[in-house]
């Protein structure tokens, strides 16, 4: 099983549409968990950390199931903007290395 | 709103050459981190540098890279003979505690 596994799409979306990744993972201890986007031939940018109780930013909500080891995202609204690639990515033990899922593309379609 | 800032943007090399990718992490962060991109893959961890250390590093970083933190600000990528699968984006990042990874917005290097 992979260490971080995602769904790579494309999912492509009507705008106001919601839409919504998973991911999973493959190391129980994992402490931290992350959603980051990816545009085009960028660098990775933070979208929003991931809580044990769920979290929730604007149009994005954030969920952990650590029973199940996965992780979801749900975009509310969606706006041509959201259009990217979206990592998954868990720290498996701290302070270290972060894990990056190959990424799940979204294109958001007028 | 402090910044990872990587250069050269664009590096052209040619297969044994050496090269070096720079990069300047947030100032008060203590992890460091290369990581690289192939275009059309996912995102590869190369090595993680803590207190003046390697942490970690990944089977990808051989004997070919190194790392370097010369100063209080630089932090260094260096491969000593590139090889042409060593084509990628180079990406740094920094943070501070046990807090999300900012990265920088890479170098993307081709090797020829």
Same mark, same amino acid.
């Given at each position: 099983?992979?260490?971080?596994?995602?769904?790579?799409?494309?999912?492509?979306?009507?705008?106001?549409?919601t839409v919504a990744f998973n991911c999973t993972y493959s190391n129980s201890?994992?402490?931290?968990?992350?959603?980051?986007?990816?545009?085009?031939?960028?660098?990775?940018?933070? /979208?929003?950390? #991931?809580?044990?109780? %769920? @979290? &929730?930013?604007?149009? =994005?909500?954030?969920?952990?199931?650590?029973?199940?080891?996965?992780?979801?995202?749900?975009?509310?609204?969606?706006?041509?903007?959201?259009?990217?690639?979206? /990592?998954?990515? #868990?720290?498996?033990? %701290? @302070? &270290?290395?972060?894990? =990056?899922?190959?990424?799940?593309r979204l294109t958001i379609i007028p | 709103e402090p910044e990872v800032t990587q250069t050269p943007s664009h590096q052209v090399t040619q297969m044994g050459q050496e090269v070096i990718l720079r990069c300047v992490p947030i100032s008060n962060h203590l992890y460091f981190y290369w990581y690289r991109q192939i275009l059309g893959q996912k995102v590869e961890f190369l090595v993680s540098f803590y207190n003046n250390e390697i942490s970690e590093k990944s089977e990808i970083f051989d004997d070919q890279f190194s790392v370097e933190r010369p100063d209080g600000s630089n932090f260094t990528l260096k491969i000593r003979s590139t090889k042409l699968e060593d084509s990628a984006m180079y990406f740094c990042a920094s943070r501070l505690d046990n807090s999300p990874l900012h990265f920088g917005n890479g170098t993307r290097l081709t090797v020829t």
């Open positions: 099983r992979k260490e971080v596994e995602q769904d790579p799409g494309p999912f492509n979306v009507p705008e106001g549409a201890a994992s402490q931290s968990f992350f959603w980051y986007r990816q545009d085009c031939r960028k660098e990775p940018k933070l /979208l929003m950390s #991931v809580y044990s109780s %769920g @979290n &929730e930013d604007g149009r =994005f909500t954030a969920q952990l199931n650590r029973a199940s080891q996965y992780i979801s995202l749900l975009i509310r609204d969606s706006k041509l903007s959201d259009s990217a690639t979206y /990592l998954c990515v #868990v720290n498996p033990r %701290g @302070n &270290e290395k972060l894990t =990056f899922g190959t990424g799940t | -």
